[in-house]
């Protein structure tokens, strides 16, 4: 017994533990997303995460610096960062047709929006490239995401860009529908709408990223696996929606496509940032790669 305890001490005592800063938004879709991870239900060996929650046009720019090991990214962000970070094939938010909606505080067709006040939750989140690509000559107001709905209720601005749960609260709160910028992708690409990422430091190398894409990939799996429990603690960051509302987000934000993106989400993750660098959005030299599993031929 003696000795079988020294050499599970030498063992532990050989094993070296790397730990990483994993950096994702305070919301209900990325607390079920991570809550296997978060709660210990999923481990991954030789690694150990502390997660660090900040909206994400904070950690587009703390990515400017290399804050994080692995952190949320909008799409959008990736192409000014892709020297620093590597997508992750997994833990990315896509739009089925549905996205970052539009509203206002009264009916308006789309070429009203031409010239008009629009507030955004940041200059580097897809939301924000979406539009301008939707329509380029608004004019753009930066707030955190969670003041749009009043700024656009008070008249601060004439319209604004709803993301998060936003999306199901609009109409609620007497705002109206101008466009869904992800129905209105869909239409024009037949393809899903890439929304936010997770990205991990190159300097980490391939190795340490795959073993965290797993961790990730194996968190969201046990999260769709084990619904009712993985819902339950996203409650407590479900910003006062109720159960039902936050299932339906949950929804539609983890799902297949938060799995893995499969090359049709590749596709609309190139198109996507193609279009942002023909329209002088997006660096047009940047790299735009997946971090993945090489398949034996």
């Known amino acids: 017994m003696i000795k079988e305890q020294f050499q599970r001490m030498a063992r532990t005592s050989n ?33 150990k995460f502390t997660h660090v929650l900040q909206d994400i046009e904070t950690l587009n720019r703390a990515a400017e610096t290399e804050t994080y090991d692995v952190t949320a990214l909008s799409f ?25 909606i539009v509203v206002a505080s009264r009916p308006m067709k789309r070429e009203e929006l031409a010239g008009m006040r629009v507030a955004v939750p940041g200059t580097r989140t897809t939301s924000y490239l979406a539009l301008k690509l939707f329509e380029p000559n608004v004019e753009t107001v930066t707030m955190p995401f969670d003041r ?22 609009y109409a609620g709160l007497g705002l109206t529908r101008v466009a869904d910028l992800g129905q209105w992708w869909q239409k024009e690409t037949g393809l899903p709408l890439p929304l936010g990422a997770n990205a991990v430091r190159r300097s980490l190398g391939p ?26 603690y996203a409650m407590q960051f479900a910003r006062d ?43 047009g030299d940047a790299r735009i790669d997946f971090l993945m599993e090489e398949k034996a031929a």
């Not at 795959?210 to 993985?230: K, P, T, V, W, Y």
Request: net charge negative; hydrophobic share 45%.
């Open 207 to 232: 190795d340490v990223g795959l073993r965290a894409a797993q961790a990730i990939r194996e968190s969201i799996a046990f999260g769709l696996d084990h619904r009712e429990a993985a819902l339950n």
């Open 15 to 47: 094993t070296e533990t790397l730990n990483l800063r994993l950096a994702h938004s305070p919301d209900s879709d990325d607390a079920f997303m991570f809550y296997a991870l978060a709660t210990g239900k999923v481990r991954a060996p030789g690694l």
């Open 148 to 169: 749009i709905l009043d700024a656009v209720r008070e008249h601060e601005v004439d319209a604004g860009v709803l993301i998060h749960v936003g999306q199901l609260l």
């Open 76 to 100: 959008f962000a990736f192409p000014f960062l892709s020297d620093k970070y590597i997508l992750l094939d997994c833990g990315a938010s896509f739009g089925d047709g549905y996205g970052p």
């Open 241 to 283: 929606m109720d159960t039902e509302t936050a299932d339906q987000f949950v929804g539609m934000y983890v799902n297949r496509w938060t799995l893995g993106y499969g090359e049709e989400g590749r596709r609309a993750v190139r198109e996507l940032l193609s279009r942002g660098a023909t329209a002088g959005l997006v660096p």
